[in-house]
């Protein structure tokens, strides 16, 4: 299997709920079988009918009703939240966040797992090991438990707050990835990408059109150094690609040697963006549920002010790492790949034109986005300072077109963490 195909899988496989319940499936035929084959024996449970035959019949009936209403509503409220999510916060969280979150499956495995186990002990009543009926009773008690968990769980999952704070997460772990050189500590020289000259090969996308969501970069990099070549992927993770777009330009001695069909395994294509080597991504989702706050029909400031407040997490970080300027060497220093990614300006563009735009007409936002220019430009060097002073630049234009007292367009350009209520500082 390829190493595109893996991924895929992979990354599928990480948003889905349905593969909690395979799992308890796998562990319920172990745990069943090995009880049954050594006839273990760990005592009755205590409180059920003293351990008769009905007493059996019912613990198990109590714990099969309580799983299936248990699983019935733990979908159910899924189904809900994600409705309510994609409404007013926006779609792209579903598979970045909600499919993702290992309470929600683990606790659907529970339920499964003591469904399942109630099953198997009530069908051989007669014949079952003592052990497996105290760990029906066990199961019963543990889901009831579970089940509070889980809904106090999805009402703080549910909260703006947390739903862009997990995001950030998610973002801060891309750029690690991404970028793992610190601006400070980088010293590799660039060669420029115009004075390679044309390309000896090019190889196009040969399948039905896809977004790219990942790249083996390593595998990519190792290639072109067996062949002696420099190898190009043309678009960035996050382009989408149509059947017969260029996908690599292939330069130096070795081109014509590199095998299409491994070039191709090395891109992952799905049929929307994903978080993990995406690192606009997070970016994209935050900004997004930021200008649906904005909206008219939502008019709810306050969680664009929350967003940002994530989205000056991300930007700072980002600003000081060495975005690498879309090359790859090798050990002997020779150029071996390159990758085309987000630069400063890129970052800086999907972090405030959107909300800028929509959200410029409200004090709390065009404060709160000062603040964050304020506090970044503190702890970032000067060349990328002159993006974030363009940004608020065209900030302090907005206000004069937008608001019509003088004492307002004062109050727009005063650095406020909050967006309001926060600027009178010592």
Do not use: C
């Not at 790249?215 to 150094?225: F, G, Q, R, S």
């Not at 959107?354 to 964050?372: C, F, K, S, T, W």
């Not at 937008?402 to 004062?410: G, H, N, V």
Request: hydrophobic share 45%.
């Amino acid at each position: 299997m390829s190493w595109s195909r893996r991924y895929a899988i992979q990354s599928y496989l990480l948003s889905t709920v349905w593969i909690a319940p395979v799992l308890a499936l796998v562990l319920e035929q172990l745990t069943f079988r090995i009880g049954y084959a050594y006839q273990l024996d760990l005592g009755w449970f205590p409180g059920f009918a003293g351990g008769t035959r009905d007493g059996t019949i019912a613990i198990a009936d109590y714990v099969i009703s309580s799983s299936i209403a248990f699983i019935v509503f733990t979908f159910s409220s899924l189904i809900v939240a994600m409705q309510v999510a994609s409404g007013q916060l926006t779609s792209r969280i579903i598979a970045t966040a909600l499919l993702r979150d290992n309470a929600i499956r683990g606790s659907v495995a529970v339920f499964v797992y003591a469904l399942l186990i109630a099953v198997a002990v009530k069908t051989r009543v007669d014949t079952i090991p003592r052990s497996l009926v105290s760990m029906t009773g066990i199961l019963g008690l543990l889901s009831v438990l579970v089940f509070m968990f889980l809904i106090d769980h999805a009402a703080r999952f549910l909260r703006p707050v947390n739903i862009v704070w997990r995001i950030a997460q998610q973002g801060l772990r891309v750029i690690d990835d991404v970028y793992p050189i610190l601006l400070a500590v980088s010293s590799t020289a660039a060669q420029k990408t115009e004075n390679l000259g044309p390309p000896e090969r090019e190889i196009q996308h040969g399948h039905s059109s896809a977004i790219i969501i990942a790249v083996n970069t390593d595998a990519l990099a190792a290639e072109a150094k067996r062949a002696d070549a420099i190898i190009e992927l043309v678009p960035r993770v996050g382009d989408f690609v149509a059947k017969n777009d260029l996908l690599f330009q292939l330069r130096g001695r070795g081109a014509a040697r590199i095998d299409e069909r491994f070039l191709r395994n090395q891109v992952a294509f799905g049929r929307e963006r994903t978080i993990e080597q995406d690192s606009t991504f997070a970016f994209r989702v935050i900004v997004d549920i930021a200008i649906k706050a904005l909206s008219p029909a939502i008019n709810d400031p306050t969680t664009a002010v929350i967003s940002i407040d994530q989205l000056q997490r991300l930007l700072r970080t980002v600003g000081s790492r060495d975005l690498r300027d879309d090359q790859i060497f090798d050990s002997e220093g020779q150029l071996r790949l390159i990758f085309h990614t987000p630069n400063w300006q890129d970052f800086v563009d999907v972090t405030f034109s959107e909300i800028r735009m929509y959200g410029a007409g409200n004090l709390q936002v065009i404060r709160r986005l000062r603040a964050m220019i304020d506090s970044i430009s503190h702890s970032l060097p000067e060349r990328r300072v002159s993006a974030l002073q363009k940004e608020l630049d065209l900030l302090e234009r907005a206000s004069d077109e937008l608001y019509r007292f003088q004492e307002d367009i004062e109050r727009s350009r005063v650095s406020d963490p909050q967006g309001l209520g926060g600027a009178s500082r010592p």
